[in-house]
């Protein structure tokens, strides 16, 4: 038995076309501040790195922190 934690930094964009593009960050750093997060997002958009066919990313939603927390359980 066991127990493990799971941290995914989920970043929404508006793009070129108008669709909304979100980049998921899998086991994103602890702690995680807002302004980290909102210099990370203006990277992306500045660096063009995020390839999508909604045209570019133009600007920043929203982000969220999302934290699941998983309990192996022994059934016998």
Known sequence: MGM????VLEMSFNTQLGKT???KV???KNPLSGA???TAMDNIIA???SASTG???TNKIDARL???ETTELNPV
């Open 4 to 7: 493990a934690d799971q941290r």
């Open 21 to 23: 593009q979100r980049i």
């Open 26 to 28: 899998y086991d994103a």
């Open 36 to 38: 980290e997060v909102a």
């Open 47 to 49: 660096k063009n790195i």
């Open 55 to 57: 045209g570019n990313l």
């Open 66 to 68: 999302v934290t699941t």
